[in-house]
């Protein structure tokens, strides 16, 4: 079925490494986002992309950046990862980036910083 | 910044009964929406309200929204087991690039 994909599904990371959380979209939406779902605090916008080519800063995109090579992909990396990275990450997209675009989500990317 | 908030954090009822979630919000909003989330699974869209609109139904959806008390309220009726799930409220702020912002959400559990 159409949607959007991510992956890995879970992964345990050493504190200092890298690593890439991969997200596809088959759906041709313009914008997509990175969210992170900490227990207490919610969804918390980290990176956002409006069309391709460009991205944005969301409320807490400190330790993550983004690219958006084309429509389809949205990578996000964190480039030396902190026991404070440890959450649940959800890509999502929405056809567009006006205010009448609901979002649709990814099953999520469960990480663990070690 | 926590924009919307989801009143109760948890509630439990029995299948058969309604199910009402109320969200609470801060600024000026272009829209509303509502999200479940099953255990495990990413956020599906359930409903969006325009600030221009009072009242919305969908199925046994029913949400409501009062701009001068900025809140919101989500009915499910005649509940199911299945509607089992954390529900949450994000608002598109005034002035936030039409960027959403996700409350805490309330967990929801139907007992059988």
């Known amino acids: 079925t159409a949607g959007i994909t991510q992956a890995p599904t879970s992964q345990i990371l050493a504190a200092g490494r890298s690593m890439t959380l991969r997200c596809t979209q088959d759906m041709r939406h313009n914008a997509m986002y990175w969210y992170r779902q900490d227990l207490g605090l919610g969804l918390r916008l980290i990176h956002y992309?409006?069309?391709?080519?460009?991205?944005g800063k969301g409320e807490v995109p400190d330790g993550y950046s983004v690219s958006r090579a084309n429509t389809d992909d949205f990578p996000l990396t964190l480039a030396s990862a902190v026991p404070s990275q440890t959450s649940v990450y959800f890509c999502?997209?929405?056809?567009?980036?006006?205010?009448?675009?609901?979002?649709?989500f990814g099953n999520g990317t469960r990480l663990t910083v070690t | 910044s926590q924009q919307g908030e989801e009143d109760p954090q948890a509630l439990s009822i029995q299948e058969g009964e309604n199910a009402t979630m109320n969200c609470s919000y801060k600024?000026?909003?272009?829209?509303l929406q509502w999200y479940r989330q099953n255990s495990g699974r990413g956020l599906v869209h359930l409903i969006l309200?325009?600030?221009?609109?009072r009242e919305k139904h969908s199925g046994r959806l029913r949400v409501t929204l009062d701009t001068s008390k900025k809140s919101s309220s989500l009915l499910i009726t005649a509940s199911r087991a299945a509607d089992t799930a954390s529900y949450f409220c994000?608002?598109?702020?005034?002035?936030?690039?039409?960027?959403?912002?996700f409350g805490k959400g309330t967990l929801l559990t139907v007992n059988p």
């Open positions: 992309s409006n069309t391709a080519g460009t991205t």
């Open positions: 994000a608002t598109d702020a005034t002035g936030s690039n039409y960027k959403l912002t």
């Open positions: 309200i325009r600030s221009n609109e």
């Open positions: 600024t000026s909003i272009n829209n």
């Open positions: 999502a997209s929405s056809p567009d980036s006006s205010y009448n675009s609901p979002l649709h």
